[in-house]
């Protein structure tokens, strides 16, 4: 068919796919040139790789240190796209405003808090392979005693404020994370027993010791500090720092800095100039958006879902299946204005499901918590109102694979859904009667209820089929939204039921969860209020241990009694990460890392894994130009399905 036939037959065109030299414009006397030039680079865009194998750096002396050492460190290439652009703004959302800009003490744990902790470790790991990268340090170097290490900083370094990053800011930080005026018990605890010294050798030198001996992979993933700004403190936490620094930027060594904020309204970010983190190879063509502004936006994703398709944002995810299927039904996702874009990737997941609160008077009672086991049905939620694309999880980790050792049991599998059984055991606990509304209660008249605390509005429609399967088993659900405070509220244990999960690592290790030592206070980790003699030994003992294998089978032990407990009934993972984005989003053709999911994230968590779109001005030019003329593109799906099992 010809260019001029195409014309005549646009809605035929529609159909056939007729384009303009293969571009993605239509035939309509519209040219997008700078579009047509980056995608077919895109499309001519191989895989890099992302080796970063550890190799000894025989070059590296450093003089006047206590022992003889073999220094490392590893030479990673480039890991961003060639085609990405420098400058532009990021428009991005964020659900509620942060509770504080600290990221230690009272509130600090919120969902924000990334964007605040933007300074790399010591050294990164891998996205892809997680093998070792250089970051705040270039090279480490393993002590004979097997629980220190030592590392030669990077001279280059520098905060957001211009300052070398030095050897004082990691002493600075080690006191600081232990002092009692940050008021956070769970860094007051770890900087005391996990990480026992740091000591600077010069200024550009350090020597970090852990509480006990420990495989090289583990010390290094153990001890990976972030340093902490000891000139912006004065050298001093002072006893009022929670009040005084509640809404004070610290600066980091990361490429971003806080530059403006409305309280309650929007956080701007820019770029450092000149971030001294471009030295390294695998920082190129990454963190590439000189402007990042995020504007809150309550009130759900059906309020964000308006803003992305009006032009406000510039990406929105679409993990829910529906919203994934409704994407095309909308105008600027039918004219091509907004691509579509999806890679499945190895999901480490840690704790997720209904977490229960065993103060509570209900869940108390560990056959209540078996009893929901077999009342939630979790599959019939996938099947239904996530149209069957999530998997069922069954475990409190998930992919926690470390130099070699498994850490999770994935052996452990839940229950499928069993009202009888669950009545049984429901009796046993005492509610052996029902009343006319068919929820069962017992002696005393009390109902068979708990209330289940959750924080989207579109996780309304899969909990209410979970709400509706229990009333089977002759149970109630509750339901309440809380968009703001949940967290805190979790927190403070000032709950029953919580429909949330926490984010992991490398592996987890789960003493901040259900150590008694954290389960009477408020602000720790330990949301159940669990304590258990024998739960406290392999805690302990988790910790203490050296050898990795070891280690991993200690971690499989904790997951088991967590199961056998009933402190989780565990919802669903995801092996899959899906967006639409404005066309002057741009991406690598891969998109993203093995072990890393969101490609839209600009900079938060482990630096080695973000970063890596960027804005193109002169396709958002082409863009806007072409929806003002009533020019359209193909609609386009990008994917990566390397990963794709």
Not at 219 to 240: Q, S, W
Not at 335 to 359: A, C, E, H
Not at 390 to 411: E, K, P, W
């Amino acid at each position: 068919m010809s260019t001029d036939s195409c014309v005549r037959n646009a809605l035929l065109a529609a159909a056939l796919g007729c384009l303009v030299g293969g571009t993605g414009a239509w035939a309509q006397a519209y040219t997008s040139r700078a579009l047509d030039a980056d995608e077919r680079a895109m499309a001519a865009e191989k895989r890099p790789s992302f080796a970063s194998p550890t190799v000894e750096d025989k070059g590296m002396t450093v003089s006047g240190l206590p022992e003889k050492l073999v220094w490392y460190t590893s030479r990673p290439g480039v890991f961003g796209s060639p085609r990405a652009k420098q400058g532009g703004t990021y428009r991005g959302y964020i659900a509620e405003f942060p509770d504080t800009f600290r990221t230690v003490g009272p509130n600090a744990n919120g969902s924000y808090r990334p964007y605040f902790t933007t300074s790399p470790g010591l050294v990164d790991n891998n996205g892809e392979t997680k093998e070792w990268m250089p970051a705040l340090a270039t090279d480490w170097a393993f002590g004979a005693d097997g629980r220190s290490i030592y590392f030669k900083l990077n001279e280059k370094a520098r905060w957001t404020d211009g300052t070398p990053v030095t050897s004082a800011d990691y002493t600075f930080m080690l006191a600081m994370m232990r002092s009692p005026n940050i008021q956070d018990p769970w860094y007051n605890e770890f900087y005391t027993k996990q990480v026992v010294d740091v000591k600077a050798f010069g200024d550009f030198v350090i020597r970090v010791q852990a509480g006990v001996p420990m495989a090289r992979d583990d010390l290094l993933y153990n001890v990976n500090l972030t340093p902490r700004p000891r000139h912006f403190y004065a050298g001093e936490i002072r006893k009022d720092w929670v009040d005084a620094f509640q809404w004070t930027f610290e600066p980091t060594a990361g490429p971003y800095s806080l530059a403006s904020y409305k309280k309650g309204e929007s956080l701007s970010f820019k770029k450092v100039k000149d971030w001294w983190g471009y030295q390294y190879d695998y920082n190129r063509y990454r963190f590439n958006v000189d402007s990042l502004e995020f504007r809150v936006i309550t009130g759900g994703n059906d309020i964000v879902r308006n803003y992305f398709y009006n032009g406000e944002i510039d990406s929105y995810p679409l993990i829910v299946p529906q919203e994934w299927a409704d994407a095309e039904t909308h105008e600027p996702v039918k004219k091509g204005y907004i691509d579509r874009q999806y890679n499945f990737y190895v999901p480490l997941t840690g704790v997720s499901g209904i977490i229960l609160n065993v103060k509570d008077p209900l869940f108390a009672d560990v056959r209540v918590r078996r009893g929901l086991y077999y009342a939630i049905n979790i599959q019939k939620m996938i099947d239904t109102a996530l149209r069957g694309e999530y998997s069922r999880y069954h475990n409190i980790g998930l992919a926690h694979v470390f130099a070699g050792n498994t850490f999770d049991d994935d052996s452990i599998r839940k229950p499928a859904f069993d009202p009888g059984k669950a009545a049984e055991l429901f009796g046993a606990a005492g509610y052996s009667s029902s009343g006319a509304d068919g929820i069962r209660k017992n002696a005393q008249g009390d109902r068979l209820s708990f209330e289940l605390l959750y924080q989207s509005p579109n996780h309304t429609e899969r909990l209410s089929v979970l709400k509706e399967e229990a009333k089977k088993a002759g149970l109630e659900i509750q339901l309440k939204l809380m968009q703001q405070g949940a967290f805190t509220a979790v927190r403070e244990k000032k709950f029953q039921a919580w429909w949330g999960g926490m984010s992991t690592s490398l592996y987890d290790d789960y003493w901040e969860y259900f150590h008694s030592v954290n389960a009477a206070g408020t602000q720790t980790n330990n949301f159940w209020g669990y304590a258990d003699k024998d739960m406290d030994k392999l805690l302990d003992s988790f910790r203490r241990e050296s050898d990795l294998a070891r280690k991993a089978a200690l971690d499989r032990r904790i997951q088991k009694k967590v199961d056998e407990a009933a402190l989780v009934i565990p919802n669903y993972y995801v092996p899959y990460w899906r967006g639409a984005a404005w066309k002057w989003i741009r991406f690598p053709a891969w998109l993203s890392q093995k072990y890393f999911d969101d490609f839209f994230d600009p900079f938060s968590g482990t630096t080695g894994y973000t970063g890596y779109f960027w804005v193109d001005g002169d396709i958002r030019k082409e863009v806007i130009d072409a929806e003002r003329g009533g020019k359209v593109y193909t609609p386009r799906i990008v994917k990566d399905e390397t990963y794709r099992k």
